[in-house]
Nanobody, 128 residues
Framework: QVQLVESGGGPVQAGGSLRLSCAASGYSISSYSMAWFRQVPGKEREGVAVIRYGGDKTYYSDSVQGRFTVSRDNAKNMVWLQMNRLKPEDSAVYYC?????????????????????WGQGTQVTVSS
């Protein structure tokens, strides 16, 4: 049973950068696509980035494309989300997720489906 723990969140000014980390334990993440979601009160959990099992493919939501980069190191059982040029609308609780299915680098990969495990989340607050 894979367990995920996020870290790296915190307050940041608009235009700044943060790097979130997701540490896995209990099972290798090599079998999973790894995704990052975010959620604010009153809204659905939104997928922002996903990376295929081997790290050869990535997919991003339109809102973060060009600003966020997801990466992984299966040997370290780690996943990261580099967030650049942050905007106030990026403020949310960010969650790491292990997904069992790769849909081919399309919208379904950013949906909260086929999730084996969720992290507890880390707060990102972007001030203007």
């Amino acid at each position: 049973q894979v367990q995920l723990v996020e870290s790296g969140g915190g307050p940041v000014q608009a235009g700044g950068s943060l790097r979130l980390s997701c540490a896995a334990s209990g099972y290798s993440i090599s079998s999973y696509s790894m995704a990052w979601f975010r959620q604010v009160p009153g809204k659905e959990r939104e997928g922002v980035a996903v990376i295929r099992y081997g790290g050869d493919k990535t997919y991003y939501s339109d809102s973060v494309q060009g600003r966020f980069t997801v990466s992984r190191d299966n040997a370290k059982n780690m996943v990261w989300l580099q967030m650049n040029r942050l905007k106030p609308e990026d403020s949310a609780v960010y969650y790491c997720a292990a997904k069992t299915t790769w849909y081919g680098g399309k919208w379904a990969d950013l949906r909260p489906v086929d999730v084996k495990a969720w992290g507890q989340g880390t707060q990102v607050t972007v001030s203007s």
